[in-house]
């Protein structure tokens, strides 16, 4: 880890010194914060990434909503990518993949444990019916059987199960569908660029995916490629790079990526920064164990009373914080709490860097719009492929007259559009 490196977080409310954070002097390079909604979380992580970067210290940034754009200096949206989590790195066993995708699953989209056995029992035969051993150990690049297989895989077992486990099957589809709906996992390989993306402070935009669940799994993955990839580059004294998680709670639970993360990153030199509404969204264990806590106002009392133990406060100081920004701080290195105004963005920034900002911006617009017109150009036919319990009953259902409905034919890209449409509602072409 570089010596100096000095993070200005703020002023002491008290004492009107300048309070930083300095990552080498704490017992790891992490740090947490906490807050009640529009408590300035955010901002507060903007400013952070902005300090590091200035002392080029890169960030990755998990971005769920395009807040971090003008922070980054280079904008990755994942949907260009492609993830393969049934991928296996070197020296792992293809049986801890299983078990890995299916717990990231059954965590996000809140899955029971039949029905994570169930996703087990078709994610481990999307190995062997390529004749890959689930218990050998993996010592040689192998080609991995697409994520996509598991649909199939479920609709197999669907067919040879008695009518309780497709009751099970039947309701696991409804919840995971959609996923398999998302184009980044068509492919074999991940193509994520992360020697591009560790050198400068890169904001993974996930906003484009459908739902939250989507894209807190996504994020899943895209954090355990990551892991690996890390640990590929091998063990680092200096620091790499800071991986910065807004909305953290999406992804805090016992034995997720995030936890291994945060267990296991420094000896890459490489820090978290996590932010969440709730304190209690982290284990007592996260905000013991980090190197720092931020905590801005906390409105209810729970939250109040649990982060004021952790930060040894009267939790009436935390819930009656008022002002946005203010809040108070506490490093491993001292373990006094201290009142902080955290300085805001617009006040750090130079005219040259908002300047900067302003120019990366208006050239990040020109890009998106240069890549959707081009997509609209290349649109192909979409397999409309739905899981096949869902949609055997979903069939069913439908009315005669429903299922004799003539279709309009996209003669650009082949979709089958209703009757009386102009325009197709796939490629945007007109009919
Ligand atoms: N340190 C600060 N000084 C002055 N204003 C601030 C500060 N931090 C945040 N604000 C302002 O407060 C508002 C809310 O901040 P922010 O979006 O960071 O909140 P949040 O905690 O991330 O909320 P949410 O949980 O809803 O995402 C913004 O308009 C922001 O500019
Ligand atoms: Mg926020």
Redesign the pocket.
Known sequence: MQEGIKVLLGKSVREGKKIYWEPKREKNPHLVVV?T????????LRSIILELKRQNVPSIIIDFHAEFRDVADQVINLRDLTINPLEIELGRRPQDVVYEVANIMKKIFSLGDQQEALLRQAIRRCYEDNRINILNPVYSNMKAPPFMDIKDKINEIYDESDSISRNTLFSLTNRIEALFEVDIFFKENTIIPFDTIIRKTTSIELKDFPTEDIKSVIAEFFLNKLIYYLYKAGKSDSMRLHCVIDEAHRLTYEGSPLDRLLRESRKYGTGIILSS?RPSDFSETILANSGGIIS?QCSLEKDAKFVARQMNLDFIDVKNLTD??SGFVKFSSDNVSRKIK???INERLTEEEKSEIERKLRQFERLVIKVEEKKKRKVKPKKRRKLRPAKKILKSKKSKKEKTKRLTICRNCLYGNEKDALYCTECGARL
């Open positions: 807050g909604s529009g408590s300035g979380k955010t901002e507060t509404q801005l946005v920004g955290i300085q805001h």
